[in-house]
């Protein structure tokens, strides 16, 4: 009797596991592959391990966050693996973000649940002749069904994963072994957005607006899911960065692999329009933006949520980001002052430092979304205010303290009592329906400029509940309003692992990420606080960072052409 055991390795792209490791540990003790692949039970387990291999934007190597590898923010140990995207002491042999082994993973065990879920054994259920057994077997049929179909979906947001960061790779619908030892070609960018744009639909089309049962089924994929990611995929689609090759890679052998060359750009905008739109549009769903802007990334289970990785309660995030002073605190991720500044005046107007009163009170009369997403100075935080000043409890002079002069307020549950090891509640956001009105916007705004969904999408966004910031200014023209909108995404979605790739998409990178990160001086006197904004890290940008290599390893393997300029 052969047991199961996966051995998991990308070698030439095809290896990785189906189960988490606590199943996979089950599975070795007991059962064999046919046992697995064919019970129902075991199969629900599959599935919802597939859902392990989504992103946990939380906590990257050393508890960092990808906006640490922005100009967001600064990590404060600086022997995190995250500095290297700062430094550009990264390459096709060492690069700080694991996305190449993770997502082929998740494709992998997708592609194998998809294989075995025809082959589930149900004969328990379907050769009984009692009502009860026969209810129960059209629903456990339609559970495989519907499982099937959250499996390409899943399968199609890993390969828009692995996209992004790499441009045209293979696409592989089925299981495969490394004894297989197959030469997998690349395929074409426009090949693999086209690829999952369809799965999209496919999706859509099965999977439901809402579960009847919320509660058991919190957490998996919906209709409004799968539409969500065909708009955020057509967007990154029809974006500068995968559209002017010519501008950024002159020369390369296949632009087949960085560009695309029969998709039309127009097309792909309004696709992407009313791919959102029809998010937007699903009423039995009810989604609605939250009058609770900092308790949004407090939970799961919130009708602006429209998908969301659910962890566990602990207290790891607070650990890694509470400010130095605090105990238990390692500061971690510190938001930059090139953020801070971009929030705007509570009129709607821009922050000037060289405006005294601005200087003086730079925190005052903000945008709320400020104070909700960067713990300020001499805020009240966990029992006393923070102290961010030079020689204060949390700041210049304390070993890991900021050295922006800010800390992590987003996502950070501020009253837990880290020595009494209280924990909460912690999940990721990947869709949210803020991120769609601005999806929206801005692919309207490419392809129809002047439609009054524009403004009034990203105005819905200003002036939710609780931010309740000024409308646009009317008769902004086109390129106006694209600056607008891409501020707005800045803003708003902050610290989502966003910008990291909306400024490569845009191809603003050089001035964004590769500029000066700033901070703040804080210097108290006798109560009161002199801010001056300062230089903290040089940052590194080159041309060849708009797309990760593919990594040496498996590119020997398979004999492909590095991505450009690596």
Known sequence: ???????????????????????????????????????????????????????????????????????????????????????????????????????????????????????????????????????????????????????????????????????GVPLITEPMDVESNFQIP????????????AECDSAAKNLPEV??????????????????????????????????????????????????????????????????????????????????????????????????????????FEKANFPIGYDLGNSGTTPSQNLVDAYEMRDGSEFDWNTPAHKAAPYSNRDPRLAYTVLLNNTNFNGRPVECWTGGKDGKGKSRATKTGYYLNKYVNSELDLLQGRTSVHSWIIFRLAEIYLNYAEALNEYDPGNADIKIYVDKVRQRSGVNMPALPNGLDQSKMKKRIQHERRIELAFEDHRFWDVRRWMIAPETLGATLRGCEIISRGGLFEYNPIDVEKRTFTTKMYLYPIPESDLNIAGWDQNPLW
């Open 1 to 167: 009797m052969k047991k199961v055991i996966y051995i998991y390795s990308l070698i030439a792209l095809l290896v990785t596991s189906a189960c988490n490791d606590a199943l996979d540990r089950e599975i070795v003790m007991s059962l064999t592959a046919d046992q697995v692949q064919k019970s129902y039970e075991r199969s629900r387990a599959r599935i919802n391990g597939i859902y392990t291999y989504l992103p946990w934007g939380l906590m990257y190597s050393d508890g960092a966050m990808m906006a640490s590898a922005t100009d967001e923010a600064e990590h404060t140990l600086e022997t995190c693996a995250i500095q290297k995207f700062n430094t550009g002491a990264w390459n096709q042999k060492d690069n700080p973000d694991g996305a190449w082994n993770n997502n082929f993973n998740g494709i992998y065990a997708a592609n194998l649940f998809i294989a075995n879920s025809y082959d589930i054994e149900m004969d328990y259920y379907r050769l009984d002749p009692d009502a009860n057994k026969q209810e129960s077997y059209q629903r456990c049929l339609a559970d495989i069904k519907r499982w099937r179909y959250e499996a390409r979906f899943l399968r199609a947001y890993f390969y828009f994963e692995l996209v992004k960061r790499y441009g």
């Open 186 to 197: 690349r395929n074409a960018l426009d090949t693999c957005f086209k690829f999952i744009t």
């Open 211 to 316: 579960y009847s049962d919320n509660v058991t089924n919190l957490g998996r994929v919906t209709k409004g899911a799968a539409l969500a990611l065909k708009s955020r995929a057509l967007l990154y689609a029809a974006s500068d960065l995968f559209n002017n090759p010519d501008k950024w890679a002159p020369g390369y052998a296949h632009p087949e692999y960085i560009s695309n060359r029969t998709m039309d750009r127009d097309s792909l905008w309004e696709e992407a329009a009313k791919a959102a739109k029809a998010v937007i549009d699903l009423r039995e769903a009810n989604y609605s933006l939250s009058s609770d802007y900092p308790g949004l990334f407090k939970t799961y289970n919130n009708a602006e949520i429209i998908l969301t990785r659910r962890g566990g309660s602990s207290n790891d």
